[in-house]
Nanobody, 124 residues
Framework: EVQLVESGGGLVQAGGSLRLSCAAS????????IGWFRQAPGKEREGVSC????????YYADSVKGRFTISSDNAKNTVYLQMNSLKPEDTAVYYC?????????????????WGQGTQVTVSS
């Protein structure tokens, strides 16, 4: 059974940092891409960042470039999203998802498996 479990969300002041983790199980981690998406109340879900576990290629949304860093620990089947210089507009539920095609794409329809999400709240 494929499982993705996010952790690391919470409440932080603007300018602060959080590190999200996505622990994966039930599939061959090295063959997949893992993406982070977020959805704020009343807004559509958007792709934040993703990484191909096979070649390490990455994608970042323009809104997070220079502030967020995605990384993968294949030995632990875990992907991390280090979020620095957080802004109130980063407030959202953050989801990780797995794409069996292994491409680092922001297209959510390419992702077959999703975690339950973790709340990130940035206060001003």
């Amino acid at each position: 059974e494929v499982q993705l479990v996010e952790s690391g969300g919470g409440l932080v002041q603007a300018g602060g940092s959080l590190r999200l983790s996505c622990a994966a199980s039930g599939f061959t981690f090295d063959d997949y891409a893992i993406g982070w998406f977020r959805q704020a109340p009343g807004k559509e879900r958007e792709g934040v960042s993703c990484i191909s576990s096979s070649d390490g290629s990455t994608y970042y949304a323009d809104s997070v470039k220079g502030r967020f860093t995605i990384s993968s620990d294949n030995a632990k089947n875990t992907v991390y999203l280090q979020m620095n210089s957080l802004k109130p507009e980063d407030t959202a539920v953050y989801y990780c998802a797995a794409d069996p095609r292994g491409l680092a794409t922001s297209n959510e329809y390419e992702y077959d498996y999703w975690g339950q999400g973790t709340q990130v709240t940035v206060s001003s």
